[in-house]
């Protein structure tokens, strides 16, 4: 019986997720996100068929939520030949709504996920006050935990069994009525905002025009325009940062309109130790060439 992996990572952690289970799980399939959402042409308005009996999609945590192209991908995707689907989100560590945001969007198929999972992960949002590059020790520790969570994920998806993780993790604050104000502007903030402002990225001197943010913008947003990188204004951003974590020259930064300066200037940059810039390319190639 196939499985379908699709998935979606901005710097490796998903993918490096997606592969394991890959690994794991037999007659099992990776697709690309990015791929299906990047060749489905607007004007045919075609929804995207899933095939297998088992999928599962995976993906990063963006604003306690599900990253803008999984959530446009969930409203095209037709599951009725699908028998048994899985969600696995990784994450910094905060409390995490996406779930529930995938079980509103299943309703309207009359189905819903029957298992979710969380893996904590390393941060990839170098413009937070917390974010730090974990050390060698620290990722092996992770990596420990890591792989018993991907031994229940692995028994739970080939036994078709139901399972939901619990959705807790750091909050904002010790008072209940803020969480609950800022739980519901931060997705907001994410999917609605921070895609539409002017000047979010932007380059600094250390730009050298390499074009490896072009190659790896999932969203296709980047054009370099005489040698330096121009974010397309009529392209929704998905917000994954692969741009800003695998510019060789640090170059690129965020700029916060409100402080008026610069967010992750003398920041380090994370991504996953066995996700390199080929890794995050291939995400935009044809799914049937993986
Ligand atoms: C724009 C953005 C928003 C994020 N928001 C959250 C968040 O709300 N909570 C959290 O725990 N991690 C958050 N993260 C961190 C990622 O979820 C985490 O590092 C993830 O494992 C990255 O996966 P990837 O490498 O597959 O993209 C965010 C990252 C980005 C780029």
Same mark, same amino acid.
């Given at each position: ?6 998935y979606f990572s901005g710097t490796g952690n998903s993918l490096y997720i997606a592969r ?13 996100i ?8 607007? &004007? ?13 999609i995976v993906f990063p945590c ?5 990253p803008?192209?999984v &959530? ?16 696995i989100a990784t994450r ?27 893996i904590?992960m390393?941060?990839n949002?170098? &413009? ?8 060698? &020790? ?102 994954c ?16 309109? $409100?402080?008026?300066?610069? $967010? ?8 996953h130790?066995?996700a ?7 995400q ?7």
């Amino acid at each position: 019986m196939i499985t379908d992996i699709y998935y979606f990572s901005g710097t490796g952690n998903s993918l490096y997720i997606a592969r394991e289970l890959h690994n794991r799980i037999p007659d099992s399939r990776l697709i690309p996100i990015a791929a299906l959402l990047n060749r489905r042409s607007k &004007k045919t308005n075609k929804n995207i068929k899933a095939t297998a009996k088992t999928n599962g999609i995976v993906f990063p945590c963006h604003g306690l939520t599900i990253p803008i192209p999984v &959530k446009k991908f969930l409203r095209y995707l037709d599951l009725t030949s699908s028998e048994y689907l899985f969600a696995i989100a990784t994450r910094g560590g905060t409390i995490f709504h996406g779930f529930e945001a995938i079980d509103k969007i299943l309703h309207n198929q009359g189905t819903r996920l029957d298992a979710s999972f969380i893996i904590n992960m390393a941060m990839n949002d170098p &413009k937070l006050k917390s974010f730090t590059i974990p050390s060698t &020790k620290e990722l092996y520790t992770l990596e420990k935990i890591i792989q018993t969570k991907l031994n229940l994920i692995q028994d739970t998806v080939i036994n078709h069994k139901s399972y939901h993780d619990n959705i807790n993790g750091v909050t904002f604050s010790r008072f209940n009525s803020l969480n609950y104000i800022l739980e519901r502007i931060v997705p907001f903030a994410v999917h609605h905002i921070s895609p539409k402002v002017k000047k979010y990225f932007y380059t600094d001197s250390k730009c050298t025009g390499c074009g490896i943010c072009e190659k790896v913008c999932l969203s296709e947003k980047i054009k370099i325009v005489n040698d330096r990188p121009i974010w397309q204004k009529n392209k929704t951003c998905y917000m994954c940062y692969a741009c800003l974590n695998y510019c060789p020259t640090q170059s690129i930064q965020i700029y916060s309109k $409100f402080y008026m300066k610069s $967010f992750t200037e003398e920041k380090e940059r994370y991504s996953h130790p066995y996700a390199l810039v080929k890794d995050i390319v291939i995400q935009k190639l044809d799914p049937t060439t993986h």
